[in-house]
Every structure is written in structure tokens, then in C-alpha cells.
């Protein structure tokens, strides 16, 4: 599997938004940004956004690079955090209303 594999996969998880000003950090940061087809070029984006791929201290991603199984147990790990951390979020705000919080509640468990 490739890193970019894996950012396409883990993007249709993720419920981030980009404003314009992290949009145009974001693609200075990633200095290979431009090696990375154009329909996934906002999957990179979102993905790096949450921390679950990171830049390496070169500023790349790395998009066609073959990932081990390490990186990918890492990758699933920043994922789980995240998804917790976005999950918690969304109690907090909706929990108070009594439909939401019974869906979410047996989508996430007490």
C-alpha cells in the first residue's frame, strides 16, 4: 500500500474543513504537493490537517511511497485518536438534544 493509498482511505473519515489560510500553510508546507494528482491534492490537505500523515523533514508526503506495516499501525493509531477526539466533540455539542444524543450513543456506547 501506498502513503497516498492509504491518505485516500482515510480521508472518506474524516469531517475536516479548510479555510483559505490553513489551505495556503498547508500547500507551502507540502513541498511535493504538486506530484500528488490534482483529485487528491484536497484528500492530502484534510489528512495532514488532522495529523494523521505527516510531512518528513524534508517537507514531503511522499504520496507514491510504499508505507511498512509500522507506519501503518501508526497512521491507524493518529486515526483512532482522531476519531475520538472528533466523536467527543460532537457529543459535547449535540448531546443536550435527546435524538442525537441516543444515535450517538449507540453508534459510540455510554
Known amino acids: 500500500m501506498t502513503r497516498g493509498d492509504a491518505i485516500t482511505i482515510m480521508s472518506r473519515h474524516i469531517a475536516s474543513r479548510l479555510d483559505v489560510f490553513e489551505l495556503l500553510t498547508y500547500m507551502?508546507?507540502?513541498?511535493?504537493?504538486?506530484t500528488v494528482p490534482v483529485s487528491s491534492r484536497w484528500d492530502v490537505l484534510r489528512v495532514y490537517k488532522t495529523g494523521?500523515?505527516?510531512?518528513?523533514?524534508?517537507?514531503?508526503?511522499?504520496?507514491?511511497?510504499?508505507?511498512?506495516?509500522?507506519?501503518?499501525?501508526l497512521i491507524l493509531d493518529r486515526y483512532a485518536r482522531y476519531r475520538d477526539t472528533a466523536l467527543s466533540t460532537i457529543l459535547a455539542i449535540a448531546g443536550h438534544i435527546s435524538p442525537i444524543r441516543a444515535v450517538a450513543l449507540s453508534f459510540c456506547g455510554p
Open 28 to 34: 507551502i508546507k507540502i513541498k511535493d504537493l504538486h
Open 52 to 73: 494523521i500523515i505527516t510531512v518528513s523533514d524534508e517537507g514531503t508526503i511522499g504520496f507514491d511511497d510504499l508505507i511498512s506495516k509500522e507506519e501503518m499501525v
